[in-house]
């Protein structure tokens, strides 16, 4: 890696965290009494809840089911994305339904879902799963469309065959699109299983979110505000890396 | 000895009629440069000779059979189509899957390159590794859309040299598509000259005094005779 870019980074990484800290400090000095508990009094509250064990369980519970959901999701969106765009026929029958499926705000299909899967496990991964896999399917989808015309001539010229063509040439085009898939899926199968913890048997980080809202515990509930947050960047950056990973060729003399 | 033949070949792209009822014949090693104004469908030709395009009308034989591409002809490209996410050696290996391509790039002076992205090269070293593609299908025909029009002229003249020294190396019959009247001259055993709308074969000739100022005025009267011609009258 060039250290520019390591430089750069580290960089970002600085300003963002003293950004953190003057927010921070900000909402320390500002918070109204009584309201708002104090950045002091959610870290009392964090190291309480961690310490009881009570905050990791919670993540357990939550990041199995977003686990899950989200390799479900990867499962059945990659392979579906992929014949779409490569069987044009297929696609074209199947790409209306997908559209329509995705304009629907999941929440819809909750009371479906508790219908036919319970309040469990399997109905919590299902929400996570039906949010995640539509942004990966059309990010998929839309990556093999993409395919450069040009270089699929290139390859024809060579003698490659279809499967040669489509190894080399078609599926690696697709990748950065396919990463920028499962980092949208991945955001949003964090929110749903929020959903499902909330609308299904009240377990997990959202579980707790509810508990403590509705207690009014707002120290606890910024604990568990924060910890989504932390989950959610750490998804968020490492499915970045990836997309920088399968991109690396671009970089530009 | 005739190694492509081309008969009564016509192609249309919708309304527009691109190629009508062209023939044209060529000889096993000869260097043949297509010359004309843009529009004329040089191109167009050329993917037919390479078997990318099939033709509404007409044929085109190589050695008395339809082209296989990567087979009977390899090509190079305008605008290189090297694949972005593999090294120039990748890039060498995809026209000639499990072989050591080294030699190849060797010969187009990019050893140093071998496991240069594509993106970290330049326009000229893109162009050599894209040939060097071209080379490794070992293929006895080679085809050249113009291959070096993107290039700046110092470049491009030391790519005409460079080709000209590898395919003295290796039997080669090379079409060759330029709209440049110098680099035609520079490379050309024969010169066939296309005018546009349909494109049809207007003349042909050989290299020879006095031959680019008669090239030029021929160019320039298709350009005249045709407003939707196009004629960039670079020095190439």
Not at chain 1, 165 to 191: C, D, E, M
Not at chain 2, 102 to 123: I, K, Q, T
């Amino acid at each position: 890696m060039p250290r520019r870019t390591c430089g750069n980074r580290a960089m970002i990484w600085a300003l963002r965290l003293g950004l953190m800290a003057g927010v921070v400090l900000l909402w320390e000095w500002w918070a109204p009494g009584g309201l708002l508990p104090t950045p002091g009094q959610v870290w009392h509250a964090g190291i309480g809840l961690a310490a009881e064990g009570r905050l990791w369980r919670a993540v357990g519970d939550s990041l199995s089911i977003y686990v899950a959901g989200m390799a479900s999701a990867a499962l059945v969106g990659i392979p579906l994305g992929l014949a779409m765009g490569s069987f044009r026929l297929f696609g074209r029958v199947v790409d209306v339904f997908v559209f329509a499926l995705a304009a629907t705000p999941r929440v819809a299909f909750i009371p479906l879902i508790i219908v036919l899967l319970g309040l469990g496990f399997q109905a919590k991964t299902f929400i996570v799963f039906l949010g995640a896999v539509m942004p990966v399917v059309l990010n998929t989808y839309a990556g093999v469309l993409a395919a450069d015309r040009d270089l699929i001539e290139m390859a024809r010229s060579t003698g490659a065959g279809r499967g040669r063509i489509w190894r080399h040439v078609v599926l690696p085009g697709a990748l950065p699109f396919l990463a920028t898939g499962l980092r949208l899926g991945a955001t949003i199968g964090l929110i749903n299983t929020v959903v499902a913890e909330l609308y299904t048997a009240v377990r997990g980080l959202g579980g707790l979110l509810a508990i403590y809202g509705n207690t009014f515990r707002m120290a606890e509930y910024f604990v568990i505000v924060a910890m989504l947050a932390t989950i959610g960047v750490i998804v968020t950056e490492a499915m970045r890396a990836v997309e920088a990973h399968l991109s690396r060729w671009r970089e530009e003399r | 000895m005739t190694h492509i033949r081309i008969e009564g070949l016509g192609h249309a792209f919708g309304a527009v009629t691109a190629l009508d009822g062209l023939d044209l014949t060529v000889r096993r090693g000869e260097f043949l440069v297509l010359l004309g104004p843009s529009g004329c469908g040089k191109t167009t030709l050329l993917r037919m000779i390479a078997g990318l395009l099939e033709p509404k009308a007409g044929r085109v034989l190589v050695d008395g059979h339809r082209p296989e591409p990567g087979h009977d002809t390899a090509m190079v490209f305008q605008n290189y189509r090297l694949i972005p996410w593999k090294t120039a050696r990748q890039n060498v290996e995809f026209a000639r899957p499990g072989t050591d391509v080294s030699g190849y790039l060797e010969m187009v002076g990019l050893s140093r390159f071998a496991d240069a992205f594509p993106g970290a090269l330049s326009g000229g070293m893109r162009q050599r590794v894209a040939l060097a593609r071209a080379l490794a299908a070992e293929a006895p025909i080679l085809l050249m859309d113009e291959p070096f029009a993107s290039l700046d002229a110092q470049t491009r003249e030391l790519m005409q040299g460079e080709l000209r020294r590898l395919i003295a190396t290796r039997p080669s019959t090379v079409v060759f598509v330029t709209h440049g009247v110098d680099e035609a001259l520079a490379l050309a055993d024969r010169i066939v000259l296309m005018s546009p709308r349909p494109g049809r074969i207007a003349e042909e000739v050989r290299p020879g005094p006095g031959m680019r100022e008669y090239l030029w005025q021929r160019l320039r009267e298709m350009v005249l005779n045709d407003p939707g011609s196009d004629f960039y009258g670079r020095e190439g």
